[in-house]
């Protein structure tokens, strides 16, 4: 599984990005999508999950400011990031699940200034 991560950039606090993730293969197929990131001297941490039923969790920091969503048709993960915070900078992943093997995409760096 192959798994292609964009969207990343330089933001303005306030502003929006969406970051989308194109895993090889049909949607159908990951029983779990997710957004991790990783900030500069911290640990990775859950951001956002969707099933495959598109239920969705998000980590507290996020709630009501991020989105995710699986577009079964076009074949791609999505975050839509609201009202970015300098907080949110750091390298977000993509990560997904497909019968109990689970795997990463490469990261896509976003900067919030203040």
């Known amino acids: 599984v192959q798994l292609q991560a964009s969207g990343g950039g330089l933001a303005q606090a306030g502003g929006s990005l969406t970051l989308s993730c194109e895993p090889s293969?049909?949607?159908?197929?990951?029983?779990?999508m997710s957004w991790y990131r990783q900030a500069p001297g911290k640990e990775r941490e859950l951001v956002a999950r969707i099933t495959s039923d598109r239920s969705t969790n998000y980590v507290d920091s996020v709630q009501g400011r991020f989105t995710i969503s699986r577009d079964n048709a076009r074949k791609t993960l999505y975050l839509q990031m609201n009202s970015l915070k300098p907080e949110d900078t750091a390298v977000y992943y993509c990560?997904?699940?497909?019968?109990?093997?689970?795997?990463w995409g490469q990261g896509t760096e976003v900067t919030v200034s203040s």
């Open positions: 293969g049909s949607l159908y197929m990951y029983s779990l």
């Open positions: 990560y997904v699940e497909r019968a109990g093997n689970n795997y």
